[in-house]
């Protein structure tokens, strides 16, 4: 009678320790993928900007903006400034290339 319930309770660990081995097979694996960014970025000084970015700085699109810091940026075959803004606490950037245009 010792052994039947020494063996009944040896099962019955078994198929416990089974049933959790199962679900540990269940866990999926996510693989995580990094993009370098392949855009290229030179601080530019804000008076060695070209006369059409700063024109289009003091255009009525920008008053009350003040320029803070500028990049010149190549991003494949597109080339633009990205200018950092600040007005009061508010802060921003634009990009406009080197026509003085707003580029997207």
Known sequence: MKK??????FLAF???SAVQ???????????IVAVQDSAVKTPVKLEELPEPVT???KSDAYKGWTATEAWSVKEGTKEYY?????????TGSVKIDKDGKPVQ
């Open 82 to 90: 990205l200018i950092n803004v600040k007005k009061e606490a508010e």
């Open 55 to 57: 024109t289009a700085l």
């Open 14 to 16: 078994a198929g416990f």
């Open 4 to 9: 039947l319930i020494l063996s009944a309770a």
């Open 21 to 31: 081995a199962s679900e540990v097979k269940d866990f999926k694996t996510t693989a």
